[in-house]
């Protein structure tokens, strides 16, 4: 079983950028799909964006593309989301999850089993 830990939350103001981190231990991670997913106040778990086990492939959130960058490294077994020209609609808990495959229905959270207890983001006007 693989655990998760993320990092790198906090307050922003809207335009600004910030880098989460997700460590991973446990399992061999760099063999499966990785993902983020966000919960704002009152809101359902929405999926983010997913990188695959290579690190070669990656999916995004419409809401979030061209603003927001998943990448992994592998050998130190993290994952990070560089988020940039931040908006207030994108404060939420952030969550890293890793998935049973090495690609598949990424967006979907059926597909990751295991999670991180998550990070909050605000995001200022």
């Known amino acids: 079983q693989v655990q998760l830990a993320e990092s790198g939350g906090g307050l922003v103001q809207a335009g600004g950028s910030m880098r989460l981190s997700c460590a991973a231990s446990?399992?061999?991670?760099?063999?499966?799909?990785m993902g983020w997913f966000r919960q704002a106040p009152g809101k359902e778990l929405e999926f983010v964006a997913a990188i695959s086990g290579s690190g070669g492939g990656t999916f995004y959130a419409d809401s979030v593309k061209g603003r927001f960058t998943i990448s992994r490294d592998i050998i130190q077994s993290t994952m990070y989301l560089q988020m940039n020209i931040l908006t207030p609609e994108d404060t939420a808990v952030y969550y890293c999850?890793?998935?049973?495959?090495?690609?598949?229905?990424?967006?979907?959270?059926?597909?990751?089993?295991?999670w991180g207890q998550g990070t909050q983001v605000t995001v200022s006007s």
């Open positions: 999850a890793a998935g049973t495959d090495a690609w598949g229905l990424v967006m979907t959270q059926a597909f990751y089993n295991a």
């Open positions: 446990g399992r061999s991670s760099g063999r499966y799909a």
